[in-house]
């Protein structure tokens, strides 16, 4: 997504208001994209481990199967 264009106020306290809101607008920009990846990363585990209890259910219900 392109970045949005804010037109420098004239006035120097809307200035730095506008600044003042930019700041604000970043740093929660990184923080929900930190969040972002992390929660990614605990989902991709849960899916690994909900793999991984799939085959070992599989391989139960089988192994007793072989043995006859």
């Known amino acids: 997504m392109a970045p949005?264009?804010?037109?420098?106020?004239?006035?120097?306290?809307?200035?730095?208001?506008?600044?003042?809101?930019l700041t604000r607008a970043?740093?929660?920009?990184?923080?929900?994209?930190?969040?972002?990846?992390?929660?990614?990363?605990?989902?991709?585990?849960?899916i690994r481990e909900a793999d991984d209890l799939l085959c070992q259910s599989w391989n139960e219900r089988m192994w007793p199967m072989a043995s006859r």
């Open 4 to 21: 949005k264009y804010h037109p420098t106020p004239v006035s120097g306290s809307h200035r730095k208001a506008l600044a003042k809101e």
């Open 26 to 46: 970043r740093a929660m920009t990184s923080i929900l994209a930190r969040r972002a990846s992390e929660t990614r990363a605990a989902g991709e585990a849960m």
